[in-house]
């Protein structure tokens, strides 16, 4: 998949659990664990958002994207 998300990395550096931040924005432990393995589907613009206000960074720090080699050839 060509997006790629880093909030695990991101979380890393602000030293927060899955559990305090989970807490923080109003999800469940499991879903933001879906989010972190890169296996949603989609994410509200009020998730990303509250993600960002809490670990103080901007969306791109949470998501990248990475062309698929098997797309480009």
């Given at each position: 998949m060509p997006i790629i998300v880093n909030l695990d990395v991101?979380?890393?550096k602000r030293?927060?659990?899955s559990l305090e931040l989970s807490q923080k924005i109003g999800i469940t432990p499991a879903n933001l664990s879906i989010l972190k393995t890169g296996?949603?589907?989609a994410v509200r613009f009020s998730?990303?958002?509250d993600l960002c206000r809490v670990l103080q960074c901007?969306?791109?720090d949470i998501l990248e994207y990475q062309e698929d080699k098997n797309e480009s050839e």
């Open positions: 991101v979380m890393a030293k927060i659990s296996k949603a589907r998730t990303l958002e901007q969306p791109g």
